[in-house]
Nanobody, 120 residues
Framework: QVQLVESGGGLVQPGGSLRLSCAAS????????MGWYRQAPGKERELVAG???????NYADSMKGRFTISRDNAKSTVYLQMNSLKPEDTAVYYC??????????????WGQGTQVTVSS
């Protein structure tokens, strides 16, 4: 099993920034990709971004430009830098981990989620 622990959520004003972190532990040899999804109230969970251990990335089109995913392989940690936040970015953000082969991404492990609220 792989355990994922998120941190960094909170309340931020529109136009502000937040950085989320997620540390993986346990059987991390099972994974070569980590990422973030989010789920807003009344909506389905959606991909934000993913990143492989080699640095390859996959972003949802709507997230490109404002959100940046990165990782520290030595710490088994993935980060999500979110800039120019909008109220519609309000959601629970979930860390996820799995494997990526070429353009196929499969996420099998999930964190408990961290709330991000964008409001004045």
């Amino acid at each position: 099993q792989v355990q994922l622990v998120e941190s960094g959520g909170g309340l931020v004003q529109p136009g502000g920034s937040l950085r989320l972190s997620c540390a993986a532990s346990g059987s991390i040899f099972r994974i070569n990709a980590m990422g973030w999804y989010r789920q807003a109230p009344g909506k389905e969970r959606e991909l934000v971004a993913g990143i492989t251990s080699g640095g390859g990335t996959n972003y949802a089109d709507s997230m490109k430009g404002r959100f940046t995913i990165s990782r520290d392989n030595a710490k088994s940690t993935v980060y999500l830098q979110m800039n120019s936040l909008k109220p519609e970015d309000t959601a629970v953000y979930y860390c996820t981990a799995g494997r990526a082969y070429g353009n196929t991404w499969s996420f099998d492990y999930w964190g408990q989620g961290t709330q991000v609220t964008v409001s004045s």
